[in-house]
């Protein structure tokens, strides 16, 4: 069985926009994301990406991981594993 999923994106129906309410902007955001994660895209985009643009991306992601998730959390959620 798979670890991740991208259900999201492939069930919403909703506006993609950002800047109308909190709850649009967090759905298009999430719809996004998972947009942009696709495999095919990433084997196009991720050569493009300059070395600045690809550290930007990385530093930021990680940055909001350590953030907003406990160490359990971000094992558990991002990594996938069970790390207690």
Same mark, same amino acid.
């Given at each position: 069985?798979?670890?991740?999923s991208?259900r ?8 993609v ?6 709850? $649009?902007?967090?759905? $298009?955001?999430?719809y ?8 095919t ?6 050569k493009?990406?300059?070395?600045d ?8 992601l990680t940055r ?5 998730? $406990?160490?359990?959390?971000?094992? $558990? ?8």
């Amino acid at each position: 069985m798979a670890k991740h999923s991208h259900r999201f994106v492939e069930n919403y129906d909703g506006l993609v926009g950002f800047g109308l309410d909190r709850q $649009t902007d967090e759905d $298009t955001l999430v719809y996004y994301l998972q947009k942009f994660s696709d495999d095919t895209l990433m084997e196009q985009l991720i050569k493009r990406l300059s070395d600045d643009e690809l550290d930007d991306l990385f530093s930021l992601l990680t940055r909001l991981l350590k953030k907003h998730l $406990t160490d359990s959390e971000y094992h $558990t959620l991002f990594l996938k594993d069970n790390h207690s």
